[in-house]
Nanobody, 124 residues
Framework: QVQLVESGGGLVQPGGSLRLSCAAS????????IGWFRQAPGKAREGVLC????????YYLESVQGRFIISRDIARNTVYLQMNSLEPDDTAVYYC?????????????????WGQGTQVTVSS
């Protein structure tokens, strides 16, 4: 069965870095796009970054360009989100999702499986 498990969240000071991991199982990682979304308290879930089956990357938030990097390790069935120069506005629960196809989308409805999420808190 399809399963996604996020890890790597935590408390970090402004300007710090974190690397989130999304361990995938139950499907061929290289055949689907994987997206990272986030949801801050009181706000809707929003798309952050996505990597497609051809390693193409799509950014959905202008605020993370130049700071966040998405990558994947097919051999480890894992997708990573490297987050640098973190800001308090990056505080949210971060989720990875498996897209229904091999292409990226910033819309949650285009994803059919989700992980449980990992909390990222940026605060001094």
């Amino acid at each position: 069965q399809v399963q996604l498990v996020e890890s790597g969240g935590g408390l970090v000071q402004p300007g710090g870095s974190l690397r989130l991991s999304c361990a995938a199982s139950g499907f061929i990682l290289g055949s689907y796009a994987i997206g990272w979304f986030r949801q801050a308290p009181g706000k809707a879930r929003e798309g952050v970054l996505c990597i497609d089956s051809s390693d193409g990357k799509s950014y959905y938030l202008e605020s993370v360009q130049g700071r966040f990097i998405i990558s994947r390790d097919i051999a480890r069935n894992t997708v990573y989100l490297q987050m640098n120069s973190l800001e308090p506005d990056d505080t949210a629960v971060y989720y990875c999702g498996k897209a229904q196809g091999d292409y990226c989308s910033g819309l949650g409805m285009e994803y059919d499986y989700w992980g449980q999420g990992t909390q990222v808190t940026v605060s001094s």
